[in-house]
């Protein structure tokens, strides 16, 4: 009889032994599953988060490329437009200059050098004055046309000046006005004139591009 219960009360521990450790097994299955879980969701977390930051990065490229591709752009078409602007200015020039070769035979040239001369004295303001002229205008620059001079200085500028005529180094329509030490000179010429006109062209048709 004792037999029996030594028998009935071993195996119902060992039962309870095996329940006791399905139990641990399930808990320990449990917490396994629980923290699988929670690693696969920080995972995805981690992976969407980096997922949007690769996003974002890969969006600020793209504007990125975008800008300097639009800046570049910008810098062609202006310095496209700089350049048909400056071949306008050019053009101008020279049509300018072609329209100015027949000029020295016109009947206006004489007037032209008489206001370019008393131009130079206004400027020069010097009580002597040297005017230097083209070999081509040579037969203009007489003694009569000095005495013209040097009277519409008395009555049209109210000036007395002495006036002495040099040839020049230059082909050029127009002359360069001079005071008789030689330090201050007003270059009244052609080639002066367009190195004004053509600054003047060229800065206010960059104006425009400012």
């Known amino acids: ?34 923290r699988a879980d929670e690693i696969i969701a920080n995972a995805k977390k981690q992976e969407e988060q980096i997922l949007q930051a690769e996003k974002e990065k890969a969006q600020k490229t793209i504007e990125m490329i975008k800008h300097r591709a639009q800046s ?21 020039i020279k049509k300018t200059r072609e329209i100015s070769i027949s000029f020295r035979n016109h009947v206006d040239y004489k007037k032209f050098l008489v206001n370019a001369i008393l131009e130079g004295i206004e400027v020069i303001d010097k009580p002597e004055i ?18 013209e001079i040097v009277d519409k200085c008395k009555n049209d500028l109210k000036k007395n000046v002495s006036i002495r005529f040099v040839l020049g180094n230059f082909d050029d329509i127009g002359i360069i006005v001079k005071s008789q030490d030689g330090f201050v000179i007003y270059e ?23």
């Open 188 to 210: 009244n010429t052609f080639s002066a004139r367009m190195r004004n006109l053509y600054d003047s062209i060229y800065s206010e048709l960059l104006g425009e591009e400012i």
């Open 72 to 92: 570049t752009l910008k810098m062609e078409l202006r310095k496209i437009r700089l350049e048909m602007k400056k071949e306008f200015a050019d053009s101008v």
């Open 1 to 34: 009889m004792e037999i029996k219960t030594d028998e009935k009360n071993a195996g119902g521990l060992i039962e309870e032994i095996e329940r006791q450790t399905r139990l641990k097994i399930d808990e320990i299955i449990g917490r396994a599953r629980a």
């Open 130 to 147: 040297i005017v230097e002229f083209s070999p081509d205008d040579k037969d203009y620059f007489t003694g009569e046309f000095e005495k």
